[in-house]
């Protein structure tokens, strides 16, 4: 359904986008538009890995320097039928994670520091199997896709704002005035739509490959109240960047202008896949790496390898 939504979504912003195309440039402005916004996307879409992990300041680990993270990242891939992706940290109080990379073969997961002090583990394997839907999904090439396309809808009404603004017909000028100014805005909540669908979808391909959505909704409201409570300083300077994360550095109820669904809805959706799983209590995603049945006490949590760099909580 969450795939077919978003086809449908897809279409619409194509739809929107040769509807002005047409009205503004033409079919020869509308392909000058695609092509320009489908260059700028397609430089982002090879090198949005790099930018995205250069603007965290992440730091790739592997078995030696965070063994327990890797070794959880390493077995869900397994489980999940990925490539071994690479595997960052960000020495970040704010709890949260993302995925990048433009394929399953170059994609990259990282975590902040933040989200290791507060999850356990097998709230950590089910966060990192949600990134590791968005991979396995393809969500960057399907936001590339959308943005390509949102953004030939703004250079295209740009274009027409500043290149038909001349004409004699008040009435025509009204119409193409209404047009420039509401087509990138009916971009803007179809490419949101887009990216609260996918967010769903990963949910449940994290179901899928951890086995254990209860530990996913319990790691969601965690993170959405340190969310909420420590502020995102990458946030902070590039809003854009919001739609990367498991959770939202805001945080608000479910409206036309959210990159993620509320939170609470995502939690009522992963306790429904659970019932429907008949999983009456969370089994442990991670037996190879849980020492015992019983919870890591915050002082040896702090001094583990899922902490590596000595946080306390």
Known sequence: MNGFKT??????????????????????GAMMALLFAA?????????????????HKAREVDGSTAPEFVGIV????SRAGLPMP??????????????????PENAAVAAT????????????????AHELAHVKNRDTLIMTMTATIAGAISFL???????????????????????????????MIVQLAISRTREYSADRGAAE?????????????KLHEGARRIPNPVAMRNPAAASLYIVPSATGRDNMFSTHPDTANRIAALHAMADEMGLASPP????????????????????????PLGRRD
Request: charged content about 15%.
């Open 7 to 28: 086809l449908m979504l897809l279409a619409a912003l194509t739809a929107l986008f040769m509807a002005l195309g047409y009205t503004l440039g033409g079919s020869g």
């Open 39 to 55: 260059g700028m996307n397609l430089f982002t879409f090879w090198n949005a890995d790099k930018i995205v992990l250069r603007m």
């Open 74 to 77: 390493q077995q869900l891939a």
């Open 86 to 103: 690479k595997v960052y940290l960000i020495a970040s109080p704010h709890p949260n994670a993302f995925a990048t990379g433009r394929n």
């Open 113 to 128: 520091t933040g989200l290791l002090a507060i999850l356990n583990r097998d709230e950590i394997a089910a966060v990192m």
């Open 157 to 187: 009404a740009n274009f027409g704002l500043f290149f038909r603004g001349g004409g004699d017909n008040r009435g025509n000028m009204l119409a193409m005035l209404a047009a420039v100014i509401i087509a990138p805005f009916a971009a």
């Open 209 to 221: 490959i951890s086995r254990n959505p209860r530990a996913l909704a319990s790691a969601l409201a």
């Open 284 to 307: 442990p995603v991670t037996d190879r790496l849980r020492p015992s049945a019983t919870a890591v006490p915050k002082s040896r949590r702090s001094a583990s390898a899922l902490d």
